[in-house]
């Protein structure tokens, strides 16, 4: 488990693909305290929960199967792309964002990025099964970043990034057409879960 508040950007150092149609991404995530690069820790690279499986001088290798290349923006990454990085949740740690699992539900398309005084306001477009978790001040996980939901209309949401948010990730690099990884709110999920049985 998560909080959405990103600690590092990393970089992909290498993809290394198989032929099962899975790959291996190998990740710079020295910006990370080393205690939490163990094998077999959680650590959250934009959104995903994801596995280590190797550690050499901060650099970290997490497997990423074909359904979640399929299901996340990963498929999309190449060497050199700037990711956000978040270690698991420990026992005692502040809890500055919100519950974030690494369970992406789909991508959202930023379809406007304007000034809004100081900050960057992002209008995202995301398909319709998924805006229907989405509620005016809300949380949602955009790249694994914590965020709340300005508005939301049909088909799109909206959200501000502060300066902190857009020096400390990647979310300054969002561009018109840029798909980030989205996680719902759990809350919403299982609300809505219940609502469907009941």
Known sequence: MFTGIVQAVGTVQDVETFESGDRRLRIDASGIAARALEIGASLCVSGVCLTIVETSNGVVAVDVSARTLADTVLGEWIVGQ??????????????????????????????QVREDGRSVELVLSV?????????????????????????VSKDSFSVNLVPHTLG???????????????????????VARLQATS
């Open 168 to 190: 400390e990730t990647t979310l300054s690099d969002c561009r018109v057409g840029s798909r980030l990884n989205l996680e719902i709110d759990i809350i919403a999920r299982y």
């Open 82 to 111: 700037s990711v956000n990085l978040e270690p698991a949740l420990a026992a005692g740690d502040a809890l500055g964002g919100h519950f974030v699992m690494g369970h992406v539900d789909g991508a959202a398309e930023a379809v």
């Open 127 to 151: 398909a319709g099964e998924l805006n229907r978790f989405i509620a005016p001040k809300g949380s949602v996980a955009l790249d694994g970043v914590s965020l709340t939901v300005n508005d």
